[in-house]
């Protein structure tokens, strides 16, 4: 079994020494005439001298340092050999990744259920499909706590009198809680498909009138608790979207409420609904009426992962942690906005409407036309809701499938991945897309390995089992080598719904920029209006910050090490993806979501060549200053925030702000009409907060001066390198070439991780990186300096001193670490 420092052990055949230790030097023969002999020892002499310099100039450049977990059999001579060259390796990485194939994986991966601990045999095929390839493959097997379904229910009930006069209840309506059949998409009508339910969701059978809460946010629940609507001991219906499904479900629960129900409401769809007139799936584009989205209830910007090793990897013999504070304690149920529409009828005439409330709960309404009014309620007293939900919980093993290919730089390393497990018997967009994407893409890599290619850096592939859960399996991994990754680990490119629509979608830290960059203008365009236009022609060029979701969260919120998220998504006017149901199926792929599979393709081109970019030039393509530019706009965010605070807007007018901005705000915990008056008992302020983020903007003047003069190092690097400036004989420029390189290296390799606190957020430990989070009520989108923008929200001034201390010496570290000595 691997230690925590080795995820795959090292050969027997493989030696400890870094270099040989002797050498076999045989003197020349005397010779009659001195300059044939003078010649001959100047040209032995020379080459002694290399032989004995070029493994110690290889040990400063990092080539034979300490061996690391992936070494292969022997060792390789020292520098970088490799019979394909960086323009080749790029050249078959665009040729070999095939739309064929694409739609072969999609077919494979999506033809049956595989769920979490239940798709051993896909991860066996992957295994072996990718040793075909000539890529090293292992299963890497965790016992997780995960939940099966057994039984469920959700019935509308109508009081009557019994013949005693007791109080009985009759049944108004039965939701169905299926999705119909259809019979042009084959997986829909599987014998085997998974039932509709939430993973981590709790059993329990609960009676009660029902509350409509909007979207859930924390923001919605403080409306109605300022209307009076009474909520302990109501069940919730929600709208799913904009923030994470568990934390909907959490803040229920905190206030009372004894179950959640959440439904998909086709206002959310933009322009392709039934409404508008666009014909409902299989027919037409728009939203199939009986469509449920199923997905994880667990409280994600806590902690993802197993619930029960919250921080340590989940084997068989470890002990095991409560579960209360990470998963909800009360039952929920997904369901369809069909099986929704008498719930919400029961309502009509019921509290008041939506529209009284404010323009936040108006927003997006898409069942006006079927007679819904969005009546808040609570129902009367004589019609309740009956919500049943039987769930069987077990620890059972999860395996992921980690593919290595060996570089020649052993303490860098490159890791890439995508999940594998599906809530359903499809996953064509989620995940499966991805899937297809990355074994293209490692199938390109394969045929450059037989071609004689070496990538410089080791590089790690990971089809990843739990993700649905909570991001499980990633994270499991992440906590077991988290030594040996926070030491070797130069970055994580990963890709979820690695296709869905035909907008580019990037999510990633900002050191990541340039190279996300270059890698997209050298692929073409699936969609070329123009002959020649790439990828990064017909890309918004906007980069998100790092949130959650998905299995980057622990490589980039634990560990330190920096992440991308890339995929082609879907946007308003794109057919509806069904997320996370039946009809994320092969059939609505092929018939609506990449009919051609061109950007499966085009996707594959780009992961590769991201890859190979990252792992394969000699001067990691990584940019200090980009990430020194962006914490600086991230300072004026917490200053936009405070200003809102201390001067609250009249209005922010709806139709304003994008759906993400909504949320974002709607999500908040303070209340947005007027400051406290309790913060004026500190002696912290806001006004003294404000004045200490003066500090943060003179420690990101020093971390900026030095990320300036290290890229301009690695770019003099990268410019020598290119062009050979350096003649094969001046051995000491050669030495001092490879010491600049390893230096400029390492020194990009640790900057992201000179922003991890160890001691982690408040009340949510395990986030250990003080610049990305998840945010504490939104669990998608990514929160900036989430210490600071919490403390304002809570109206804590005292903790906000106390972060801007924190991520002062996190800033100034920083720049410590990545300044010249020249400087």
């Known amino acids: 079994m691997a230690s925590e420092h080795e995820p795959l052990k090292m050969r027997k055949t493989q030696t400890a020494q870094p270099f040989p230790q002797h050498y076999a030097y045989i003197p020349p023969r005397p010779r009659p005439h001195s300059v044939i002999r003078r010649f001959c020892t100047i040209a032995l002499a020379s080459t002694l001298i290399w032989i004995l310099i070029a493994p110690f100039g290889s040990i400063l450049s990092g080539k034979w340092s300490i061996s690391h977990p992936y070494e292969e059999n022997g060792r390789t001579w020292p520098g970088h050999h490799s019979q394909v060259d960086q323009e080749e390796l790029r050249q078959i990485l665009r040729d070999?990744?095939?739309?064929?194939?694409?739609?072969?994986?999609?077919?494979?991966?999506?033809?049956?259920?595989?769920?979490?601990?239940?798709?051993?045999?896909?991860?066996?095929?992957?295994?072996?499909?990718?040793?075909?390839?000539?890529?090293?493959?292992?299963?890497?097997e965790y016992v997780v706590y995960l939940n099966y379904p057994v039984d469920h229910r959700l019935a509308l009930l109508k009081e009557k009198k019994g013949d005693d006069g007791a109080k009985e209840y009759e049944v108004s309506y039965e939701a169905s809680l299926v999705e119909d059949v259809i019979e042009e998409d084959?997986?829909?009508g599987l014998t085997d498909s998974v039932p509709t339910f939430h993973g981590y969701s709790a059993s329990g059978n609960v009676t009660a009138p029902v509350v409509y809460v909007n979207y859930g946010t924390y923001q919605d629940f403080e409306d109605l608790?300022?209307?009076?609507?009474?909520?302990?001991?109501?069940?919730?219906?929600?709208?799913?979207?904009?923030?994470?499904?568990?934390?909907?479900?959490?803040?229920?629960?905190?206030?009372?409420?004894?179950?959640?129900?959440l439904y998909s409401d086709p206002g959310d769809d933009g322009e392709v609904t039934d409404e508008k007139g666009v014909p409902t799936y299989p027919e037409g584009p728009a939203r199939q009426p009986s469509s449920v989205q199923r997905g994880s209830t667990q409280f994600l910007s806590v902690a993802p992962g197993d619930p029960t090793t919250p921080g340590y990897p989940s084997k068989p013999w470890v002990p095991r942690q409560p579960v209360e504070t990470a998963i909800p304690s009360i039952p929920s149920l997904p369901i369809?906005?069909?099986?929704?529409?008498?719930?919400?009828?029961?309502?009509?005439?019921?509290?008041?409407?939506?529209?009284?409330?404010?323009?936040?709960?108006?927003?997006?309404?898409?069942?006006?036309?079927?007679?819904?009014?969005?009546?808040?309620?609570?129902?009367?007293?004589?019609?309740?809701?009956?919500?049943?939900?039987?769930?069987?919980?077990?620890?059972?093993?999860?395996?992921?499938?980690?593919?290595?290919?060996?570089?020649?730089?052993?303490?860098?390393?490159?890791?890439?991945?995508?999940?594998?497990?599906a809530w359903v018997a499809g996953g064509a967009g989620d995940p499966n897309s991805g899937s297809a994407v990355l074994n293209e893409a490692m199938r390109a890599f394969g045929e450059a390995l037989k071609r004689g290619w070496k990538p410089r850096r080791t590089i790690v592939f990971a089809?990843?089992?739990?993700?649905?859960?909570?991001?499980?399996?990633?994270?499991?991994?992440?906590?077991e080598f988290l030594p040996w990754l926070k030491k070797a680990s130069v970055a994580y490119v990963n890709t979820d719904v690695g296709v869905r629509g035909k907008r580019l979608s990037v999510a990633a830290s900002p050191i990541l920029n340039q190279v996300i960059y270059t890698a997209t203008s050298l692929v073409g365009s699936a969609n070329q209006t123009l002959p020649g236009q790439t990828v990064y022609d017909l890309w918004d060029k906007k980069i998100k910050t790092m949130g959650s979701g998905?299995?980057?969260?622990?490589?980039?919120?634990?560990?330190?090490?920096?992440?991308?998220?890339?995929?082609?998504?879907?946007?308003?006017?794109?057919?509806?993806?069904?997320?996370?149901?039946?009809?994320?199926?092969?059939?609505?792929?092929?018939?609506?979501?990449?009919?051609?599979?061109?950007?499966?393709?085009?996707?594959?081109?780009?992961?590769?060549?991201?890859?190979?970019?990252?792992?394969?030039?000699?001067?990691?393509?990584?940019?200090?200053?980009?990430?020194?530019?962006?914490?600086?706009?991230?300072?004026?965010?917490?200053?936009?925030?405070?200003?809102?605070?201390?001067n609250p807007p009249a209005k922010i007018l709806s139709a304003s702000v994008t759906d993400e901005e909504m949320f974002e705000l709607r999500s908040s915990t303070r209340n947005h009409s007027s400051p406290s008056l309790a913060s004026t008992i500190s002696k912290h302020t806001p006004q003294t907060f404000r004045r200490s983020l003066a500090r943060l903007r003179k420690a990101l003047q020093t971390l900026t001066y030095h990320a300036h003069h290290l890229d301009l190092l690695a770019e003099e690097l990268r410019h020598m390198e290119e062009n050979g400036e350096i003649p094969w004989w001046d051995l000491p420029r050669k030495i001092r070439h490879h010491c600049n390189v390893r230096k400029v290296n390492t020194k990009y390799k640790y900057l992201e991780r000179s922003f991890l606190y160890e001691e982690g957020l408040d009340n949510r430990p395990w986030f250990k990186h003080v610049v990305f989070a998840p945010g504490l009520w939104t669990g998608y989108s990514g929160a900036v300096f989430p210490g600071l923008m919490e403390s304002i929200d809570g109206e804590d001034w005292t903790n906000a001193e106390r972060w801007v201390d924190i991520i002062e010496s996190r800033i100034l570290n920083a720049a410590r670490g990545i300044k010249l000595q020249r400087q």
Do not use: C
Not at 349 to 362: E, L, Y
Not at 377 to 401: H, K, M, R, S
Not at 463 to 479: A, C, H, I, N, R
Not at 573 to 580: A, C, E, G, R, T
């Open 96 to 140: 070999v990744p095939s739309s064929e194939r694409a739609m072969q994986w999609s077919h494979y991966y999506t033809s049956g259920p595989h769920l979490a601990g239940k798709n051993y045999s896909q991860a066996l095929l992957t295994k072996q499909r990718w040793a075909d390839w000539g890529i090293e493959s292992y299963l890497s």
């Open 186 to 188: 084959p997986t829909t």
């Open 225 to 261: 608790l300022a209307a009076n609507i009474t909520l302990k001991g109501k069940i919730a219906i929600a709208r799913y979207g904009g923030i994470f499904r568990g934390l909907k479900i959490k803040r229920a629960q905190e206030l009372g409420m004894v179950g959640v129900i």
């Open 336 to 421: 369809s906005y069909t099986d929704a529409l008498p719930i919400l009828k029961a309502l009509n005439g019921h509290g008041p409407k939506a529209k009284d409330f404010n323009q936040w709960w108006t927003r997006n309404t898409g069942l006006g036309y079927k007679g819904i009014e969005y009546n808040i309620g609570p129902t009367p007293d004589d019609v309740v809701v009956n919500l049943y939900n039987e769930q069987e919980y077990i620890y059972t093993p999860i395996w992921n499938v980690i593919g290595v290919i060996n570089g020649t730089l052993r303490d860098e390393v490159v890791v890439v991945g995508n999940h594998r497990d």
């Open 463 to 479: 089809s990843w089992d739990g993700e649905e859960y909570g991001l499980v399996g990633s994270t499991e991994w992440v906590e």
């Open 550 to 646: 998905s299995d980057f969260t622990a490589f980039q919120d634990l560990a330190g090490i920096p992440s991308i998220d890339i995929g082609f998504d879907s946007d308003r006017d794109s057919p509806v993806y069904h997320y996370h149901s039946n009809y994320d199926s092969f059939y609505w792929m092929q018939k609506y979501g990449d009919p051609d599979f061109l950007y499966h393709k085009t996707m594959a081109q780009v992961l590769g060549i991201l890859v190979a970019e990252i792992a394969n030039l000699p001067v990691i393509p990584f940019g200090a200053e980009d990430y020194a530019k962006a914490l600086a706009e991230y300072v004026h965010k917490v200053e936009d925030k405070l200003d809102a605070y201390l």
